[in-house]
């Protein structure tokens, strides 16, 4: 359903605001603000568009050996599960 949002326009210049203005900021002119609704649409999620997915045991998906490349830190090698992976991306705060 669409949901109605009210702007006012300025009549001489095309200024937007959120609220009446008695005077436009932009063009200094008296009075020339009008209101404009405008509708945004709201999309809400339907069952019917969702795939329906089955939750799986932890232990039913198989791990897959991958190419690792050490950073050359010991320690951050460690944490990383042997070091980087092609394609990943890690985050680091020193």
């Known amino acids: ?30 009075n020339t603000f009008y209101e404009q609704k405008i509708e945004t649409k709201t999309t809400k999620y339907s069952k019917s568009n969702k795939e329906r997915v089955e939750p799986k045991k932890l232990s039913s998906y198989q791990s897959e050996e991958t190419i690792r490349t050490s950073t050359g830190f010991e320690e951050l090698d460690r944490v990383l599960g042997g070091g980087l992976v092609k394609g990943s991306l890690i985050l680091l705060r020193w």
Do not use: R
């Open 1 to 30: 359903m669409a949901k109605a949002k009210t702007i006012f326009v300025c009549s001489e210049c095309g200024n937007e605001s959120a609220k009446w203005l008695g005077k436009c900021p932009a063009c200094n002119n008296w």
